[in-house]
C-alpha cells in the first residue's frame, strides 16, 4: 500500500516534489517528483534537509524522521538529538585500535605519607586538650 503524500518539496532540479513517509522503523521521508522520479535516500543530511525545507500538510501525520539532525547558525551539528541508525554507520571515523597493544600500566598514587602531618596535627590539638583540661583542674 502506498504512502499518502504529506507535503511538497522543491526538488534540487526545482520542481515540485511529493513528500511521502515510510511507516517503518525510522519514519524516513522520501519524495517523488516528475523531474527526479522517486527519491528514497535515507542519510541524515537528506532526511534532515526534507524536514527542514518541505512544506507538509496542515494536520498530516507527520513523524520526525529518526535521523534528523539539528544544525547550529554555522551549520556544524548541534547535537541535540544525535541519533545514528544501524544502517547509516560510515566505517570511516573509528579510532586505530590495535588489539595488541597492552594497556597503559596505572601507577598507584604516591599518597601514604601525607595523612601524617594530619594525624599528628590531629594528636597535638587532643594532647593541648587534654593539657589545658589538666591545667585548669590545677588547684
Ligand atoms: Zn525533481
Given amino acids: ?19 511521502m513517509q515510510t511507516k517503518r522503523r525510522g519514519h524516513h521521508l522520501y519524495t517523488n517528483c516528475a523531474c527526479c522520479g522517486l527519491d528514497q535516500r535515507t542519510g541524515a543530511k537528506r532526511q534532515t534537509q526534507l524536514w527542514n525545507e518541505a512544506k507538509f500538510f496542515a494536520g498530516a501525520k507527520l513523524e520526525k524522521p529518526s ?8 551549520g556544524t551539528e548541534g547535537g541535540d538529538q544525535p541519533q545514528p541508525t544501524q544502517t547509516e554507520r560510515e566505517p570511516e571515523g573509528e579510532p ?9 600500566e596505572t601507577e ?14 590531629g594528636v597535638t590539638l587532643i594532647g593541648s586538650a587534654i593539657g589545658g583540661w589538666v591545667w585548669t583542674r590545677k588547684p
Fill in 108 to 121: 598507584p598514587e604516591p599518597t601514604p605519607g601525607r595523612s601524617w602531618p594530619r594525624l599528628i596535627a
Fill in 1 to 19: 500500500m502506498a504512502n499518502e503524500v504529506i507535503g511538497h518539496w522543491r526538488c534540487d532540479a526545482g520542481g515540485q516534489a511529493d513528500v
Fill in 96 to 104: 586505530d585500535f590495535d588489539p595488541g597493544e597492552p594497556e597503559p
Fill in 67 to 74: 535521523n534528523v539532525q539539528y544544525l547550529t547558525e554555522d
